[in-house]
């Protein structure tokens, strides 16, 4: 894919949906959990889960343009 000025909605409506899809298991997950071992677990993966979600959405819009990028370089 080369550098793009504009995201249609329906892709940015994907990225919305595969972040909110993951969210979404992450809770189930986490409402499964039980007993202080799990909790633990839970408490060292949160983190690293949500720092890779970033990472996806990151990545999702890595191909933009400097006009929409801004002389910064931050989105």
């Not at 677990?41 to 006009?67: C, G, I, M, W």
Request: hydrophobic share 45%; with cysteine.
């Amino acid at each position: 894919m080369l550098a793009a000025n504009h995201y249609d909605t329906a892709y940015i409506d994907g990225c919305r949906a595969r972040i909110d899809a993951q969210v979404a298991a992450f809770r189930d997950v986490v409402g499964a959990a039980s007993g202080p071992e799990l909790g633990a677990a839970v408490e060292a993966f949160e983190p690293r889960f949500f720092n890779a979600l970033v990472l996806q959405l990151d990545y999702s819009f890595v191909h933009r343009t400097r006009k929409i990028e801004g002389k910064d370089g931050n989105a």
